[in-house]
């Protein structure tokens, strides 16, 4: 069965230093996002591609956080300087394709970050 | 701008029925789903209503009612596997946003 995969699984990491994490959709998906998840709280949506186009980053940190989808495939999320509130989870997730005829989205196991 | 609201907490016991809410105040809508979540492990995919009325998918229902932004998702048959936390969300078709998560103990 097709997955979303991460990496790393988890991440420790000292305030001011850079990290960078990696998703790989569900083959075919055109549709990928980057959530950030506190603990006790849902999903935030942080960036949407369809395809290599960025859809919506309004809650994407722009001073600190940026992301890729190059080739419309796979995804890199990088933070750079690391703060202690970034500390979270960042799933990733890929759907068929975005609008009105709902696709399921389907979430890879997420990585830890934990900033020191 | 979106926002939901869902229960933070429910309890009850296996073997019965449990009923989760969710009301939000979005500028555009185009549907609301819901995801389950365990605890150290990713959201999945339960259900999706676009348009009013009762969807069933085994043990769990979702219901839409668009003119009054609300819905719920109803659990049948409680098992100790469905504690965890359950999210609406709402998509606008721009915009995916996850309600704050109802955290569902199920006690033997």
């Known amino acids: 069965e097709a997955e979303v995969a991460q990496s790393p699984r988890y991440k420790i990491t000292e305030k001011s230093q850079a990290v960078a994490f990696w998703c790989d959709p569900i083959?075919?998906?055109?549709?990928l996002y980057w959530y950030r998840q506190i603990l006790g709280q849902g999903p935030e949506l942080l960036v949407q591609?369809?395809?290599?186009?960025?859809?919506?980053d309004s809650q994407l940190p722009k001073d600190r956080f940026s992301a890729e989808r190059l080739k419309g495939v796979d995804s890199t999320l990088k933070i750079q300087p690391a703060e202690l509130g970034d500390s979270a989870m960042y799933l990733c997730?890929?759907?068929?394709?975005?609008?009105?005829?709902?696709?399921?989205?389907?979430f890879g196991p997420g990585t830890r970050l934990t900033v020191l | 701008g979106q926002s939901l609201e869902q229960p933070s907490e429910v309890t009850a016991v296996e073997g019965a029925i449990v009923q989760i809410n969710c009301t939000y105040q979005?500028?555009?809508?185009?549907?609301l789903s819901w995801y389950q979540q365990h605890d150290g492990g990713a959201p999945t995919f339960l259900s999706y209503?676009?348009?009013?009325g009762l969807e069933e998918t085994g043990r769990f229902s979702s219901f839409l009612s668009r003119s009054d932004s609300y819905g719920y998702l109803l659990l049948q048959e409680l098992q100790m596997k469905d504690s965890a936390s359950y999210f609406c969300?709402?998509?606008?078709?721009?915009?995916?946003?996850f309600g704050p998560g109802t955290r569902l103990s199920v006690l033997p």
């Open positions: 997730a890929s759907s068929l394709e975005f609008g009105q005829d709902y696709n399921e989205q389907f």
């Open positions: 083959s075919g998906h055109a549709t």
């Open positions: 591609f369809q395809d290599e186009s960025v859809v919506d």
């Open positions: 979005t500028s555009g809508f185009y549907g």
């Open positions: 209503n676009a348009l009013d």
């Open positions: 969300a709402v998509s606008d078709g721009q915009n995916f946003v």
